[in-house]
């Protein structure tokens, strides 16, 4: 928003994305909160039933506090939405964990892996392999073999030098390896560059546009050690609108057809990926699974019919729209500090460590006062963190109440979504705990970094 076309201008900094205040600070909207996010009598934050002031006293600040009942519940909406004739697997990347294993295990979903770290922590937690699929743009020889051997449910390949690697591998072990064929279809998806994935100038995929995907098909279909078996494209994240995939379902069809006019084969799967939207904010309107199930149905149906093909069985990747609102992070305010005629820093014990994603995508989020309520005026805040950068900010723009003081406790909501993931030892940061919460018991499932697991990393 620019300068001075806002009602705040006289207060305002020079810059902002901020709205007017809530018109109470202290109401929650359950858009961007987790599903079993209340306040309780005293005004405290509860998920679970159990109260924020409780778990932060138990497992100190900042942690981040999972619904685990949320994260069940989305993941059965994804499953049925989908039904039996789709598959949905869950973008690892997003958060993943033993526990988050387990959960999808036992919810009939299955997993996208794309890395080794995170194939190591989907088999040792049990997720059978033929429900993992293995993603990344530059595999090496050593993770596509440890994939094989555990008989992963397909490889995504990403490049024409992945075609001959996971042959070879494939060869060597004497099977024959499921894959899907990773397609760059040059659609513009409307989010932030850096999370965008389907136009041409960048690195996953093979372009559509220059036949470099027909040309990856010939090579695959040749090489016995591979079953090709699909067509695969993810066109970015955090998409609210609908015409990118259906472009990008449309153009992938497109593929299906020449591939089966030119070599007889119709291949029998595609998969478009995962990049469905959530509510940071209260501006953003993200869609249900069911709606959109039925929009991508009703496109591969239709762009099938029109080519003449079967329609192949559909696979989606969501991460963030099933993980992203079920966390929020609990931080304790350090301190206050108001800048004359700008706004109020306010301090918490986290930060860019926890939460790159302000500073990296220019990322929006919220903020609540969560240990207690207040009828203080609304104040103007940016919530930074404690490390030694400028740039370190949380929430950039939000308003809380004026009476906010050191040892209040701040709720940043969805947060499930790649802030754990992404977290770093910046300045020795030690990255926070992940407690999962499920019908008023909470359990750490990833505990918190001590500085003994930096010093031992640090052999001296
Ligand atoms: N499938 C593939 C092949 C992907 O590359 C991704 C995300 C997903 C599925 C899941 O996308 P989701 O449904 O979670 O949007 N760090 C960024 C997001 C990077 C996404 C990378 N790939 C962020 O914090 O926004």
Redesign the pocket.
Known sequence: MAAGTHDYAQAAPPEGHYSAPAEDLNALDPKVWARTVRRDEDGVLTVGGLPVTRLAEEFGTPAFFLDETDFRARCRAWRDAFGAEADVFY?G??FLSRAVVRWLHEEGLNL?V?SGGELATALDAGMPAARIAF?GNNKTTAEIRRAVEAGIGRI?LDSFEEIVRVAHVAGELGVRQPVQIRVTVGVEAHTHEF?A?AHEDQK?GLALAGGQAAEAVRRALKLDGLELVGIHS?IG??IFDMAGFEVSARRVVQLLAEVRDEHGVELPEIDL????GIAYTSDDDPREPHEIAKALGEIVTRECESAGLATPRISV?????IVGPTAFTLYEVGTVKPLEGLRTYVSVDGGMSDNI?TAL?D?EYTVTLASRTSDAEPMLVRVVGKHCESGDIVVRDAFLPADLAPGDLLAVPATG??CRS?ASNYNHALRPPVVAVDEGAARVVVRRETEEDLLRLDVG
Request: glycine fraction near 14%; include cysteine.
């Open positions: 973008a990347k997003a996208d794309c993603h995504v999370i994935t996953f993810h994240s955090q990926g995962g990049g469905l990747e969501p991460g963030r729209a994603r995508y990322a979504a790649y992404m």
